[in-house]
Protein backbone atom coordinates (compact mmCIF):
# COMPACT_ATOMS: atom_id res chain seq x y z
CA UNK A 1 0.00 0.00 0.00
CA UNK A 2 1.77 3.34 -0.45
CA UNK A 3 2.02 5.78 2.28
CA UNK A 4 -0.29 8.68 1.90
CA UNK A 5 0.24 12.10 3.60
CA UNK A 6 -0.89 15.58 3.98
CA UNK A 7 2.49 16.66 2.62
CA UNK A 8 2.54 15.97 -0.90
CA UNK A 9 6.36 15.70 -1.08
CA UNK A 10 5.67 12.49 0.78
CA UNK A 11 3.03 11.28 -1.72
CA UNK A 12 5.17 11.94 -4.82
CA UNK A 13 7.38 9.46 -3.71
CA UNK A 14 4.82 6.69 -3.95
CA UNK A 15 6.87 5.16 -1.67
CA UNK A 16 5.00 1.45 -0.27
CA UNK A 17 4.12 0.48 3.17
CA UNK A 18 5.68 -3.10 4.02
CA UNK A 19 4.65 -3.12 7.79
CA UNK A 20 4.07 -0.99 10.33
CA UNK A 21 7.34 -1.50 12.21
CA UNK A 22 9.41 -1.36 9.02
CA UNK A 23 9.99 1.93 6.79
CA UNK A 24 8.97 2.63 3.83
CA UNK A 25 10.77 1.32 1.09
CA UNK A 26 12.81 4.15 -0.83
CA UNK A 27 14.55 4.10 -4.35
CA UNK A 28 17.91 5.34 -4.69
CA UNK A 29 17.71 8.94 -5.03
CA UNK A 30 14.17 8.88 -2.99
CA UNK A 31 16.22 10.35 -0.09
CA UNK A 32 19.07 12.62 0.12
CA UNK A 33 21.77 12.17 2.56
CA UNK A 34 22.26 14.96 4.46
CA UNK A 35 25.19 17.69 5.16
CA UNK A 36 26.39 19.11 8.37
CA UNK A 37 26.65 22.88 8.01
CA UNK A 38 29.01 24.92 9.93
CA UNK A 39 28.87 28.71 9.81
CA UNK A 40 31.87 31.05 10.26
CA UNK A 41 30.52 34.56 11.16
CA UNK A 42 33.88 36.52 10.61
CA UNK A 43 37.11 36.07 9.14
CA UNK A 44 39.26 34.10 11.58
CA UNK A 45 37.06 32.71 13.89
CA UNK A 46 35.94 29.44 14.75
CA UNK A 47 33.30 27.59 12.09
CA UNK A 48 30.40 26.46 14.44
CA UNK A 49 28.33 23.62 13.51
CA UNK A 50 24.48 25.17 12.93
CA UNK A 51 22.30 22.11 12.00
CA UNK A 52 21.63 20.11 8.51
CA UNK A 53 20.38 20.25 5.24
CA UNK A 54 19.27 17.66 2.40
CA UNK A 55 21.10 17.53 -0.89
CA UNK A 56 21.97 14.78 -3.24
CA UNK A 57 25.58 16.69 -3.78
CA UNK A 58 27.68 18.81 -1.40
CA UNK A 59 27.69 21.54 -4.33
CA UNK A 60 23.97 21.07 -3.73
CA UNK A 61 24.13 21.50 0.14
CA UNK A 62 26.01 24.36 -0.24
CA UNK A 63 23.86 26.31 -2.43
CA UNK A 64 20.66 25.28 0.16
CA UNK A 65 23.01 26.00 3.28
CA UNK A 66 23.94 29.22 2.42
CA UNK A 67 19.76 30.17 2.50
CA UNK A 68 18.89 28.14 5.23
CA UNK A 69 22.03 29.29 7.74
CA UNK A 70 23.19 32.66 5.81
CA UNK A 71 20.61 34.66 5.49
CA UNK A 72 20.54 36.23 8.52
CA UNK A 73 23.22 38.42 10.38
CA UNK A 74 26.67 38.58 9.49
CA UNK A 75 28.59 35.62 8.00
CA UNK A 76 31.90 35.16 6.65
CA UNK A 77 31.91 31.65 5.21
CA UNK A 78 30.15 27.69 5.41
CA UNK A 79 31.28 24.63 5.44
CA UNK A 80 29.37 21.37 4.41
CA UNK A 81 30.48 17.85 5.52
CA UNK A 82 28.20 14.92 4.34
CA UNK A 83 27.08 13.37 7.64
CA UNK A 84 28.00 9.87 6.43
CA UNK A 85 31.94 11.22 6.84
CA UNK A 86 31.50 12.00 10.51
CA UNK A 87 33.46 9.56 12.77
CA UNK A 88 30.70 9.86 15.35
CA UNK A 89 31.25 8.04 19.26
CA UNK A 90 28.74 5.75 20.31
CA UNK A 91 26.08 6.94 23.27
CA UNK A 92 27.04 3.60 24.63
CA UNK A 93 30.03 5.02 25.10
CA UNK A 94 29.39 7.56 27.41
CA UNK A 95 30.65 6.40 30.37
CA UNK A 96 34.01 7.42 29.13
CA UNK A 97 33.45 10.24 30.40
CA UNK A 98 31.87 10.08 33.30
CA UNK A 99 34.10 10.70 36.00
CA UNK A 100 35.39 13.98 34.65
CA UNK A 101 33.24 16.50 36.32
CA UNK A 102 35.06 14.95 39.49
CA UNK A 103 38.10 15.95 38.27
CA UNK A 104 38.31 19.31 39.47
CA UNK A 105 42.07 19.40 39.92
CA UNK A 106 42.03 19.57 35.97
CA UNK A 107 39.97 22.84 36.55
CA UNK A 108 42.34 26.09 35.82
CA UNK A 109 40.08 27.65 38.64
CA UNK A 110 41.67 25.01 41.12
CA UNK A 111 44.91 27.12 41.15
CA UNK A 112 44.53 30.15 43.21
CA UNK A 113 46.72 32.98 41.62
CA UNK A 114 44.53 36.16 42.03
CA UNK A 115 46.27 36.72 45.73
CA UNK A 116 49.52 37.04 43.86
CA UNK A 117 48.90 38.66 41.26
CA UNK A 118 46.90 41.68 42.95
CA UNK A 119 50.33 41.78 45.24
CA UNK A 120 52.52 41.83 42.31
CA UNK A 121 50.17 44.82 41.22
CA UNK A 122 49.79 46.88 44.70
CA UNK A 123 53.82 46.52 44.90
CA UNK A 124 54.23 48.05 41.47
CA UNK A 125 51.98 50.63 41.47
CA UNK A 126 53.35 52.01 44.93
CA UNK B 1 -10.94 53.89 -9.66
CA UNK B 2 -7.16 54.71 -8.29
CA UNK B 3 -6.00 58.19 -8.40
CA UNK B 4 -3.70 58.66 -11.28
CA UNK B 5 -0.21 59.97 -9.77
CA UNK B 6 0.64 63.59 -11.64
CA UNK B 7 4.17 62.43 -12.31
CA UNK B 8 5.04 60.97 -15.76
CA UNK B 9 5.18 57.94 -16.62
CA UNK B 10 8.75 57.15 -17.99
CA UNK B 11 11.15 59.12 -16.43
CA UNK B 12 12.79 61.31 -19.25
CA UNK B 13 16.06 60.26 -20.74
CA UNK B 14 17.73 56.60 -21.72
CA UNK B 15 19.26 56.16 -18.92
CA UNK B 16 16.21 56.16 -16.53
CA UNK B 17 14.38 54.01 -19.14
CA UNK B 18 17.03 51.38 -19.29
CA UNK B 19 17.02 51.30 -15.38
CA UNK B 20 13.12 50.67 -15.42
CA UNK B 21 13.49 47.57 -18.16
CA UNK B 22 15.72 46.18 -15.42
CA UNK B 23 13.47 47.08 -12.30
CA UNK B 24 10.00 46.10 -14.18
CA UNK B 25 11.77 42.85 -14.70
CA UNK B 26 13.13 41.95 -11.54
CA UNK B 27 9.49 43.15 -10.04
CA UNK B 28 7.93 40.29 -12.04
CA UNK B 29 10.36 37.68 -11.65
CA UNK B 30 10.40 38.69 -8.15
CA UNK B 31 6.62 38.00 -8.41
CA UNK B 32 6.65 34.80 -10.00
CA UNK B 33 9.18 33.16 -8.65
CA UNK B 34 7.39 33.84 -5.10
CA UNK B 35 4.53 31.77 -6.54
CA UNK B 36 6.70 28.70 -5.82
CA UNK B 37 6.67 29.58 -2.19
CA UNK B 38 5.71 26.33 0.00
CA UNK B 39 5.33 24.54 -2.99
CA UNK B 40 8.60 23.91 -3.59
CA UNK B 41 10.18 20.31 -3.89
CA UNK B 42 11.86 19.75 -0.66
CA UNK B 43 11.70 22.39 1.86
CA UNK B 44 15.51 23.78 1.91
CA UNK B 45 14.96 24.87 -1.80
CA UNK B 46 11.60 26.18 -0.80
CA UNK B 47 13.51 28.41 0.93
CA UNK B 48 16.24 29.18 -1.10
CA UNK B 49 14.19 29.96 -4.30
CA UNK B 50 11.98 32.09 -2.03
CA UNK B 51 14.81 33.77 -0.79
CA UNK B 52 15.89 34.55 -4.31
CA UNK B 53 12.79 35.89 -5.17
CA UNK B 54 12.53 37.97 -2.82
CA UNK B 55 16.11 39.42 -3.49
CA UNK B 56 14.62 39.89 -6.83
CA UNK B 57 11.93 42.60 -5.59
CA UNK B 58 14.53 44.13 -3.62
CA UNK B 59 16.50 45.11 -6.56
CA UNK B 60 13.51 46.56 -8.08
CA UNK B 61 12.62 48.34 -5.11
CA UNK B 62 16.33 49.59 -4.98
CA UNK B 63 16.29 51.36 -9.30
CA UNK B 64 12.52 52.55 -8.64
CA UNK B 65 13.93 54.23 -5.48
CA UNK B 66 17.27 55.16 -7.78
CA UNK B 67 14.12 56.72 -10.53
CA UNK B 68 12.92 58.60 -7.76
CA UNK B 69 15.72 60.43 -6.34
CA UNK B 70 17.73 61.20 -9.29
CA UNK B 71 15.09 60.58 -12.13
CA UNK B 72 11.91 62.60 -11.23
CA UNK B 73 10.08 59.19 -11.17
CA UNK B 74 7.00 58.51 -8.69
CA UNK B 75 7.26 57.23 -5.46
CA UNK B 76 8.05 53.09 -5.79
CA UNK B 77 4.79 52.36 -4.60
CA UNK B 78 3.74 54.05 -7.31
CA UNK B 79 6.17 52.68 -10.43
CA UNK B 80 5.79 49.43 -9.23
CA UNK B 81 2.26 49.27 -8.52
CA UNK B 82 0.31 51.84 -10.59
CA UNK B 83 1.27 51.63 -14.24
CA UNK B 84 -1.09 50.39 -16.75
CA UNK B 85 -0.05 47.33 -18.86
CA UNK B 86 0.84 48.84 -21.24
CA UNK B 87 3.32 51.25 -19.99
CA UNK B 88 5.39 48.25 -17.82
CA UNK B 89 8.79 47.17 -19.80
CA UNK B 90 9.28 44.01 -18.45
CA UNK B 91 10.19 40.97 -20.84
CA UNK B 92 7.93 38.37 -22.02
CA UNK B 93 10.07 35.63 -20.06
CA UNK B 94 9.23 36.86 -16.60
CA UNK B 95 5.64 37.39 -17.26
CA UNK B 96 5.41 33.28 -17.72
CA UNK B 97 3.53 31.69 -15.23
CA UNK B 98 5.66 28.98 -13.34
CA UNK B 99 5.06 25.79 -14.94
CA UNK B 100 6.50 23.27 -13.83
CA UNK B 101 9.54 23.28 -12.28
CA UNK B 102 11.59 22.69 -14.34
CA UNK B 103 10.42 25.18 -16.05
CA UNK B 104 11.06 27.66 -13.39
CA UNK B 105 14.75 26.24 -12.97
CA UNK B 106 15.76 26.70 -16.69
CA UNK B 107 14.10 30.69 -16.82
CA UNK B 108 15.88 31.42 -13.32
CA UNK B 109 19.11 30.31 -14.73
CA UNK B 110 18.74 32.14 -18.06
CA UNK B 111 17.45 35.19 -16.35
CA UNK B 112 19.51 35.20 -13.78
CA UNK B 113 22.98 35.37 -15.59
CA UNK B 114 21.55 37.78 -18.00
CA UNK B 115 20.81 40.27 -14.93
CA UNK B 116 24.61 39.16 -13.85
CA UNK B 117 26.10 40.55 -17.38
CA UNK B 118 23.66 43.90 -16.90
CA UNK B 119 25.02 44.12 -13.31
CA UNK B 120 28.54 43.34 -14.61
CA UNK B 121 28.27 46.43 -17.36
CA UNK B 122 26.65 48.59 -14.95
CA UNK B 123 29.15 48.48 -12.48
CA UNK B 124 30.96 50.14 -15.10
CA UNK B 125 29.22 53.38 -15.19
CA UNK B 126 30.87 56.81 -14.20
CA UNK B 127 28.04 57.56 -11.52
CA UNK B 128 28.47 56.55 -7.99
CA UNK B 129 25.21 56.32 -7.14
CA UNK B 130 24.92 53.46 -9.31
CA UNK B 131 28.07 51.70 -9.61
CA UNK B 132 27.50 51.30 -5.76
CA UNK B 133 24.09 49.78 -6.23
CA UNK B 134 25.40 47.61 -8.84
CA UNK B 135 28.11 46.37 -6.94
CA UNK B 136 26.19 45.75 -4.11
CA UNK B 137 23.58 43.77 -5.97
CA UNK B 138 26.16 41.48 -7.71
CA UNK B 139 26.82 39.83 -4.92
CA UNK B 140 23.57 38.44 -4.84
CA UNK B 141 23.59 37.48 -7.94
CA UNK B 142 26.23 35.88 -7.64
CA UNK B 143 24.72 33.51 -5.48
CA UNK B 144 21.55 33.23 -7.87
CA UNK B 145 23.74 32.00 -10.41
CA UNK B 146 25.31 29.36 -8.57
CA UNK B 147 22.03 28.24 -7.07
CA UNK B 148 20.89 27.62 -10.71
CA UNK B 149 23.94 26.38 -12.00
CA UNK B 150 23.80 23.69 -9.37
CA UNK B 151 20.19 22.42 -10.66
CA UNK B 152 20.79 22.46 -14.17
CA UNK B 153 23.91 20.30 -13.64
CA UNK B 154 22.18 18.17 -11.41
CA UNK B 155 19.30 17.42 -13.45
CA UNK B 156 21.08 17.48 -16.70
CA UNK B 157 23.35 14.96 -15.37
CA UNK B 158 20.88 13.39 -13.17
CA UNK B 159 18.74 10.64 -14.55
CA UNK B 160 16.70 9.75 -17.92
CA UNK B 161 13.23 11.66 -16.59
CA UNK B 162 15.15 14.42 -14.82
CA UNK B 163 17.48 15.19 -18.35
CA UNK B 164 14.25 15.02 -20.38
CA UNK B 165 11.93 17.44 -18.76
CA UNK B 166 14.88 19.87 -18.51
CA UNK B 167 15.39 19.56 -22.56
CA UNK B 168 12.00 20.58 -22.66
CA UNK B 169 12.43 23.58 -21.11
CA UNK B 170 15.13 24.47 -22.47
CA UNK B 171 13.50 24.36 -25.60
CA UNK B 172 10.50 25.96 -24.40
CA UNK B 173 13.00 28.64 -22.64
CA UNK B 174 14.77 29.86 -25.05
CA UNK B 175 12.86 31.66 -27.68
CA UNK B 176 11.60 34.12 -24.82
CA UNK B 177 15.00 34.41 -22.86
CA UNK B 178 16.54 35.74 -26.19
CA UNK B 179 13.61 38.67 -26.09
CA UNK B 180 15.25 39.81 -22.97
CA UNK B 181 17.59 41.43 -25.23
CA UNK B 182 15.07 42.92 -27.47
CA UNK B 183 16.14 46.33 -28.75
CA UNK B 184 14.27 49.48 -27.36
CA UNK B 185 13.27 53.32 -28.13
CA UNK B 186 16.19 55.30 -27.72
CA UNK B 187 18.78 52.64 -27.38
CA UNK B 188 20.13 53.77 -30.10
CA UNK B 189 20.85 57.10 -29.98
CA UNK B 190 21.98 56.40 -26.61
CA UNK B 191 24.62 53.73 -27.92
CA UNK B 192 26.08 57.30 -30.39
CA UNK B 193 25.98 59.38 -27.22
CA UNK B 194 27.65 56.75 -24.90
CA UNK B 195 30.17 56.36 -27.27
CA UNK B 196 30.81 59.94 -27.83
CA UNK B 197 31.20 60.64 -24.33
CA UNK B 198 34.10 57.81 -23.95
CA UNK B 199 31.81 55.76 -22.18
CA UNK B 200 31.89 52.01 -23.39
CA UNK B 201 30.30 50.52 -19.92
CA UNK B 202 26.91 49.51 -21.59
CA UNK B 203 27.56 47.35 -24.80
CA UNK B 204 23.98 47.50 -26.40
CA UNK B 205 21.05 44.83 -26.24
CA UNK B 206 22.52 42.90 -29.36
CA UNK B 207 25.71 42.79 -27.59
CA UNK B 208 24.54 41.61 -24.24
CA UNK B 209 22.65 38.57 -26.53
CA UNK B 210 25.68 37.31 -28.32
CA UNK B 211 27.53 37.69 -24.76
CA UNK B 212 24.61 35.59 -22.49
CA UNK B 213 24.22 33.03 -25.83
CA UNK B 214 27.87 32.42 -25.89
CA UNK B 215 28.10 31.47 -22.18
CA UNK B 216 24.47 29.61 -22.56
CA UNK B 217 25.65 27.56 -24.80
CA UNK B 218 29.17 26.94 -23.85
CA UNK B 219 27.43 25.70 -20.27
CA UNK B 220 24.60 23.62 -21.50
CA UNK B 221 27.50 21.64 -23.88
CA UNK B 222 29.85 21.07 -20.55
CA UNK B 223 26.33 19.40 -19.01
CA UNK B 224 26.26 17.21 -22.21
CA UNK B 225 23.32 19.22 -24.05
CA UNK B 226 23.54 18.68 -27.77
CA UNK B 227 22.85 22.33 -28.30
CA UNK B 228 22.77 21.61 -32.52
CA UNK B 229 20.01 19.04 -31.96
CA UNK B 230 17.88 21.14 -29.94
CA UNK B 231 18.10 23.67 -32.55
CA UNK B 232 18.44 26.58 -29.87
CA UNK B 233 20.82 28.68 -32.51
CA UNK B 234 18.13 29.09 -35.23
CA UNK B 235 15.47 30.46 -32.58
CA UNK B 236 14.09 33.55 -32.96
CA UNK B 237 13.04 35.79 -29.63
CA UNK B 238 9.98 36.72 -28.64
CA UNK B 239 9.19 40.51 -28.71
CA UNK B 240 7.36 43.15 -27.10
CA UNK B 241 7.81 43.65 -23.72
CA UNK B 242 10.16 46.81 -24.23
CA UNK B 243 7.42 48.24 -25.85
CA UNK B 244 4.80 47.67 -23.79
CA UNK B 245 3.16 45.16 -25.49
CA UNK B 246 3.27 41.94 -23.37
CA UNK B 247 2.18 38.07 -23.51
CA UNK B 248 -1.12 36.85 -22.13
CA UNK B 249 0.01 36.60 -18.88
CA UNK B 250 0.97 40.03 -17.49
CA UNK B 251 -2.28 41.44 -17.40
CA UNK B 252 -3.94 39.01 -14.38
CA UNK B 253 -0.45 38.82 -12.93
CA UNK B 254 -0.94 42.60 -12.58
CA UNK B 255 -4.25 42.45 -11.37
CA UNK B 256 -3.37 40.23 -8.64
CA UNK B 257 0.08 42.14 -7.66
CA UNK B 258 -2.15 45.48 -7.04
CA UNK B 259 -5.10 44.13 -5.77
CA UNK B 260 -4.61 45.45 -1.85
CA UNK B 261 -2.41 48.47 -3.52
CA UNK B 262 -5.54 49.26 -5.69
CA UNK B 263 -8.05 49.31 -2.58
CA UNK B 264 -6.51 52.43 -1.42
CA UNK B 265 -3.40 53.76 -4.14
CA UNK B 266 -2.61 57.03 -1.56
CA UNK B 267 -2.35 54.55 1.19
CA UNK B 268 1.27 55.16 3.32
CA UNK B 269 2.90 51.52 4.09
Known amino acids: MPILSLDPRVNRLQAEQVSAEQGPVLAPGDHWPSYQVFHQRRRGEKHSSVGIVHAPSSEMAMALAKEQFGRRGETSNLWVVCSADVLEMDYADEDVFRTTPSKSYRDPAGYKVNDKIDAYKAKNQG | ?269
Request: net charge negative; aromatic share 10%.
Open chain 2, 1 to 269: MPTMSNSQPFPSGPLARYLLQIADDQLIMGHRNSEWTGLGPILEEDIAFSSVAQDQVGHALAFYEYLQAECGADHPDQTAFNRPENQMLCNGLVEQPIGDYAFSLVRHWCYDHAVRLRYESLSGIPNQTLQSIAVKLRGEVKYHTFHADTWMKSLLEGSEESRLRMLAAIKEVWPLALGMFESWVGEEDWLVELAGNGQGWYPGEAALRLQWQEQALRSLQTWGVDVEKLGLEKMEPVLGGRQGYHTVHLAPLLEEMTAVFRLDPQAEW
